[in-house]
């Protein structure tokens, strides 16, 4: 990883965690997956965390925005980067894709569609990869952000 983007990162974020008077630790890690590169950003904070997931993570999405906008708008590669606050993102992932998979059993089941819970894009695209492997199931996303939605139907039988 660029190693001036992964210093400005630790930078601002433990400053950001001074200010807001919260002790904590920042690991960032860095991964290629399919060309793109992936940058995480996970940051443990043992008291008051809820200041960055309450209000639907309001303040954990400005504090990704922010981070993103470090890598810069005229940068010549595309970075994914992801930030994390006491892995709260990565299990409410882990809750939708097992949400999803249980709800994709039972249209299988009764044939019925039905509409999951408003989700990031992040968490709708992690559904829709996840259940695209799930034979006789199709999903699509109806609404607008923030309150966009998958529906999981019963694929059309092909003759």
């Known amino acids: ?40 950003v996970a940051i443990t904070v043992p008291d008051h965390a809820e200041v960055f997931i309450e209000r639907n993570s309001q303040a954990l999405d400005a504090l990704e925005h922010v981070v993103r906008l470090m890598h810069g708008r005229d940068a010549t590669d595309r970075v994914a980067i992801s930030v994390d606050v006491n892995r709260h993102r990565h299990m409410r992932l882990e809750r939708a894709i097992t949400l999803a998979q249980q709800t994709a059993e039972r ?53």
Request: charge should be negative; aromatic fraction near 2%.
């Open 107 to 159: 249209v299988r089941a009764t044939g019925q569609a039905e509409t999951l819970m408003a989700m990031s894009s992040q968490e709708r695209r992690a559904v829709h990869t996840t259940l695209a492997a799930y034979p006789g199931i199709t999903t699509e996303s109806v609404g607008q952000e923030p309150t966009r939605r998958i529906v999981i139907k019963a694929a059309p039988i092909a003759e």
């Open 1 to 40: 990883m660029d190693t001036t983007l992964r210093e400005a990162i630790q930078q601002f974020i433990s400053a950001t965690l001074r200010l807001m008077q919260l002790e904590g630790t920042v690991d960032i890690q860095e991964n290629i997956r399919d060309g793109l590169r992936e940058i995480s």
